[in-house]
């Protein structure tokens, strides 16, 4: 076990203290982590864009997510391994239960599902069985062609009510966690104060309990030079990687990051 557990994530957000979680895929930036403090390793199938060059994370396969979450495993010692299941990956509940199996095997911890509502069977079932659950909300990337590009979601009255609805019914299904992807700041706020696990956003205001950021994004790389709202570079200002990482660990627990700025309105 490392020492960072679901337990540890729980009480940090009892205690109010902010969660830090970073993307990463391979062994040395995981120890790197480790080094800089950061709790949660996700390894997210972003590598489908920022270590594969696709313009989507949609080709990305279970085998290639296996091989990322086994090479940060080797990296690893402290903190939590959060595993994306990629497209289609859950497309039937036997799929879920065997591609879940195939990461954890791999050395994950955890599993994280894109989606809403309709998780709940299979986070449910996948509770039952010994795998924790993350479950990403809001802009959920796999779904870009029916979301129509990588918009801000949850801004309509509508919209933001199911969101919340759904939120609580995931958890009361079973998820240990949750991810809010590009969702209004207060929304984000009313659902991480709606639930009792711990809640993670990205592009979703300082009132989460957490943040995460795609390592390649924090660290001013980029291959289209496009870059969200919700990112700050933390190479500004730093002398090396290991600064920038400790930097971005330190903003994040006195909640100077995010600001303002990196937020969204309704
Ligand atoms: O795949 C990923 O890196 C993610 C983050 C954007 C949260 O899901």
């Known amino acids: ?93 036997d799929q879920t239960m065997i591609n879940s199996a ?15 509502l309709w998780l709940a069977d299979s986070i449910r079932l996948l509770a039952e069985r010994g795998v924790p659950v993350c479950a990403h909300m809001g802009l ?23 969101m919340r609805a759904d939120a609580i019914a995931l958890e009361q299904a079973g998820a240990s966690m949750l991810l809010l992807e590009c969702v209004p700041s207060e929304l984000a706020l009313e659902i991480t104060q709606a639930v009792g696990i711990p809640v993670i956003g990205i592009g979703a205001g300082s009132g989460t309990d957490g943040q995460v950021l795609v390592l390649h994004d924090m660290l001013g790389l980029s291959i289209t030079g496009r870059v969200p709202k919700f990112v700050k570079n933390f190479m500004n200002g730093q002398a090396s990687i290991h600064a920038a990482l400790s930097a971005y660990v330190a903003e994040v627990k006195t909640v100077s990051f995010p600001g303002i700025e990196h937020g969204f309105s309704a």
């Open 1 to 93: 076990m490392p020492a960072i557990t679901l337990t540890t994530l729980q009480s940090l957000k009892q205690k109010g203290e902010k969660i830090t979680m970073l993307t990463c895929y391979d062994a040395t930036f995981a120890h790197a982590c480790n080094e800089a403090g950061v709790e949660v390793l996700l390894v997210g199938d972003s590598l489908g864009m920022v270590l594969q060059g696709h313009d989507s994370t949609l080709p990305v396969t279970t085998a290639e997510m296996a091989y990322h979450v086994a090479s940060v495993k080797r990296g690893n010692s402290d903190a939590l391994i959060l595993a994306d299941l990629p497209f289609m990956a859950n497309a039937t509940l």
């Open 140 to 162: 959920t990337p796999q779904a870009v062609n029916i979301l129509g590009g990588y918009k801000v979601q949850g801004r309509s009255e509508n919209q933001a009510r199911q």
């Open 102 to 116: 195939t990461l954890m095997q791999a050395g994950a911890h955890m599993i994280k599902v894109e989606g809403a």
